[in-house]
């Protein structure tokens, strides 16, 4: 099965927004979630969708990040608002075996796509 597909990263000046998309077959029937990694860091869980398009995020981005899904175009959707340099990192975009989210821990997920870029400056 093909890979989940990132796209919309960019440059912005901070106290921007940002909405990157994630194309991918799973989005209706799968757990579904955003992440990021900073150079030589831990990939980190920001926000996942279950099946039933309930959410959960991480409780660092939960009041400027916002997970969404359109299951008939298979799209997930990341919104950033107030962008800040901090947010500056790759974001990917992820499945899981489940149709229900258990955890934001990249372990979890098992297909991932390439990753968007998101730089902020000040």
């Known amino acids: 099965q093909a890979p989940p597909v990132e796209s919309g990263g960019g440059s912005v000046q901070a106290g921007g927004s940002l909405k990157l998309s994630c194309i991918d077959s799973r989005v209706s029937q799968r757990c579904m979630g955003w992440f990021r990694q900073y150079p030589e860091k831990e990939r980190e869980g920001l926000a996942t969708?279950?099946?039933?398009?309930?959410?959960k995020y991480a409780d660092s981005v939960k009041d400027r990040f916002t997970i969404s899904k359109d299951n008939a175009k298979n799209l997930m959707y990341l919104q950033i608002d107030n962008l800040k340099p901090e947010d500056t990192a790759m974001y990917y975009c992820a499945a899981t075996g489940r149709g229900f989210c258990y955890t934001l821990h990249p372990r979890a997920f098992n297909a991932w796509g390439q990753g968007t870029q998101v730089t902020v400056s000040s």
């Open positions: 969708i279950d099946s039933a398009g309930s959410t």
